[in-house]
C-alpha cells in the first residue's frame, strides 16, 4: 500500500548493502558465509516480489489445463496461491492415480512440468538455469 520504496526496492537496498558494503569488510569465514546466504536469500526474495503474481497465474493457467477444468483464476492473490498449491495437490494425486501413464498424456504432462521447473528457477537461481538448461 505504501507508495515508493516498494517492497522489492527494499529487499534489493538491503541486498546491495550486504554485497557492496558490508561483505568486502568481513574478515571472519562464517560471517562471509552467512552474509552470502542473506544476500542470495533477498536476490531470491525480490525476483519473487517482482514476478510472483505473474508466474502463479500462468502455473495456474497451466495446471488447470493438464487438469482439464475449467476454473477461472482467482483475482485476489491469497486465493491465487491456494488454488495453485490445490492445482499442484490434484496433479501429485492423479499422476499417483496413474492418469498420466499413455505415451501422450506422460509427454503432455513432461513439457508442462518442464516449463513450470525453469519458471521456478528463473527465480530460485536463474544462474544455474543459464549454465545448465538448454531451451526446448
Same mark, same amino acid.
Do not use: W
Given at each position: 500500500?505504501? =507508495?515508493?520504496?516498494?517492497?522489492?526496492?527494499?529487499?534489493?537496498? +538491503?541486498?546491495?548493502?550486504?554485497?557492496? =558494503?558490508?561483505?568486502? *569488510?568481513? *574478515?571472519?569465514?562464517?560471517? !562471509?558465509?552467512? *552474509? @552470502?546466504?542473506?544476500?542470495? +536469500?533477498?536476490?531470491?526474495?525480490?525476483?519473487?516480489?517482482?514476478?510472483? $503474481?505473474?508466474?502463479?497465474?500462468?502455473?495456474?493457467?497451466? @495446471?488447470?489445463?493438464?487438469?482439464?477444468?475449467? =476454473?477461472?483464476?482467482?483475482? !485476489? @492473490?491469497?486465493? @491465487? !496461491?491456494?488454488? +495453485? !498449491?490445490?492445482?499442484?495437490?490434484?496433479?501429485?494425486?492423479?499422476?499417483?492415480?496413474? =492418469?498420466? $501413464?499413455?505415451?501422450?498424456?506422460?509427454?503432455?504432462?513432461?513439457?508442462?512440468?518442464?516449463?513450470? +521447473?525453469?519458471?521456478?528457477?528463473?527465480?530460485?537461481?536463474?544462474?544455474?538455469?543459464?549454465?545448465?538448461?538448454?531451451?526446448?
Amino acid at each position: 500500500m505504501n =507508495d515508493r520504496p516498494t517492497a522489492a526496492e527494499l529487499v534489493e537496498g +538491503v541486498r546491495r548493502f550486504l554485497e557492496a =558494503d558490508l561483505l568486502p *569488510t568481513l *574478515t571472519d569465514p562464517r560471517l !562471509r558465509f552467512q *552474509t @552470502l546466504i542473506a544476500a542470495n +536469500v533477498l536476490a531470491i526474495a525480490g525476483r519473487e516480489l517482482s514476478s510472483e $503474481e505473474d508466474l502463479l497465474r500462468e502455473e495456474h493457467e497451466l @495446471l488447470t489445463a493438464i487438469l482439464a477444468k475449467t =476454473d477461472p483464476p482467482p483475482q !485476489r @492473490l491469497a486465493e @491465487l !496461491r491456494e488454488a +495453485v !498449491r490445490e492445482a499442484n495437490r490434484q496433479l501429485c494425486e492423479r499422476i499417483r492415480g496413474g =492418469d498420466f $501413464e499413455g505415451a501422450e498424456r506422460f509427454r503432455a504432462l513432461a513439457a508442462m512440468l518442464r516449463r513450470l +521447473v525453469v519458471r521456478k528457477l528463473e527465480v530460485a537461481n536463474p544462474r544455474y538455469l543459464a549454465g545448465a538448461v538448454k531451451p526446448r
